[in-house]
T-cell receptor, first 114, second 113 residues
């Protein structure tokens, strides 16, 4: 079963506006990651937040994590047309045999209109 | 430094045919993964290899086999393709570190008729 569930499924904004995407998950995590996928391409890692962190910044990206609510949000500030892509959260689950595993949801399709 | 390379990029099969999807990484990563991506289903893990010599089932392993040929290469085999296996397949790799950041290939688009 999928662990990371993104909301909304689709988001359309104007260039310069901020975009906020949310993620919920179900079990304890080591960390939570956000990835981006441009149409027809593979996923690219954006940012990682550890389970003991509450907020993290990277350039125009801001990620928050609330482990009590099992939720995270990704904020992209001053969006650009080039930010148009699908965004996935990926909880890194605790435990499990062998290597660590990420789980992905269906993603949020972000469209930034010029 | 190519990262994760998948071949082929596109493939069309007839039901019952077999094929192997190839994946190679040049980052000296220990762990490798195969996912499939379908509309409305997100990415689902098929198989993974935590380290050379080990493989484990993921969420949707039925109909697939894998081989971790060496540290660099991890192949996915469809023995008897079915239309339900029409999908985009992604290979990924990561260091054997706690944070497990994954690096993805460009994908293989497979259609089974």
């Amino acid at each position: 079963s999928q662990q990371g569930e993104e909301d909304p499924q689709a988001l359309s904004i104007q260039e310069g506006e901020n975009a906020t995407m949310n993620c919920s998950y179900k079990t304890s995590i080591n960390n939570l990651q956000w990835y981006r996928q441009n149409s027809g391409r593979g996923l690219v890692h954006l940012i990682l937040i550890r389970s003991n962190e509450r907020e993290k910044h990277s350039g125009r990206l801001r990620v928050t994590l609330d482990t009590s609510k099992k939720s995270s949000s990704l904020l992209i500030t001053a969006s650009r047309a080039a930010d148009t892509a699908s965004y996935f959260c990926a909880p890194h689950l605790r435990g499990g045999r062998g290597g660590s595993r990420l789980t992905f949801g269906e993603g949020t399709q972000l469209t930034v209109n010029p | 430094n190519a990262g994760v390379t998948q071949t082929p990029k596109f493939q069309v099969l007839k039901t019952g045919q077999s094929m192997t999807l190839q994946c190679a990484q040049d980052m000296n990563h220990n762990s490798m993964y195969w996912y499939r991506q379908d509309p409305g289903m997100g990415l689902r893990l098929i198989y993974y290899s935590a380290s050379e010599g080990t493989t484990d089932k993921g969420e949707v392993p039925n109909g697939y086999n894998v081989s971790r040929l060496n540290k660099r290469e991890f192949s996915l085999r469809l023995e008897s393709a079915a239309p339900s296996q029409t999908s985009v397949y992604f290979c990924a790799s990561s260091e054997r570190a706690a944070k497990n950041i994954q690096y993805f290939g460009a994908g293989t688009r497979l259609s089974v008729l």
